[in-house]
């Protein structure tokens, strides 16, 4: 069993929509979680980041932790082309290692 | 830009060389990882730093594969004899030591033709 699974989707969304994009994750110790984008070709960026149970918003993102059902999901409110990349989830271990999830692509339609 | 660099940005060698890969931290930042990423896939663990001490280090990291961290500042990753499954983006990132937040450089490529 992966550490961390996602579906890969691909997801697509029509521009203005709500793109919602989920993770669960197998330690039940993990008490970090992160949400990165990546375009094709460059290096993962942070986006998001929660610790806490329940909703994190910041702008037109939002990160949602349920520990009891080891689940973390991200939405992306008012979908813009430009959010068209792939979405990678990672959880902090117990140790110091993170381990990352295969990602979800996510296309925006115009 | 994070204000994580790497250096080399690409690389094309040939089975069997070795080479040498180096990572700037943000100065401030103590914590210093490696990754390997792979098409397709999320970026795999490699080896961590805290300062110059490497605590950790993938079972899956192949002898070939060495790290190091003098002085606590930048990082090299050297792989030697290399294969053409070596091909890949490898990731340097890089936290603050009261932050779980890590930041990536812009990677690698490795081409093993």
């Known amino acids: 069993q992966k550490e961390v699974e996602q579906n890969s989707g691909p997801l697509s969304v029509p521009e203005g929509a709500i793109a919602s994009l989920n993770c669960t994750y197998s330690d039940r110790g993990s008490q970090s979680f992160f949400w990165y984008r990546q375009y094709s070709g460059k290096s993962p960026e942070l986006i998001m980041f929660i610790y806490s149970n329940g909703d994190k918003e910041d702008g037109r993102f939002t990160a949602q932790l349920n520990k009891a059902s080891q689940y973390v999901s991200l939405l992306i409110r008012d979908s813009q082309p430009s959010d068209s990349a792939t979405y990678l989830c990672?959880?902090?271990?117990?140790?110091?290692?993170?381990?990352f999830g295969t990602g979800t692509s996510l296309t925006v339609i115009p | 830009d994070t204000g994580v660099s790497q250096d080399p940005r690409h690389k094309i060698t040939k089975r069997g060389q070795n080479v040498t890969f180096r990572c700037d931290p943000i100065s401030e930042h103590n914590r210093l990882y490696w990754y390997r990423q792979t098409l397709g896939q999320g970026p795999e663990f490699l080896t961590y730093f805290q300062n110059e001490a490497q605590l950790e280090k993938s079972r899956l990291l192949s002898d070939r594969f060495s790290a190091e961290r003098p002085k606590g500042s930048f990082s090299t990753l050297e792989i030697q004899r290399t294969e053409q499954g070596d091909s890949a983006m490898y990731l340097c990132?890089?936290?603050?030591?009261?932050?779980?937040?890590?930041?990536f450089g812009p990677g690698t490529r490795l081409t093993v033709t």
């Open positions: 990672a959880v902090k271990g117990v140790g110091n290692q993170f381990y």
């Open positions: 990132a890089t936290r603050g030591g009261n932050s779980y937040e890590q930041y």
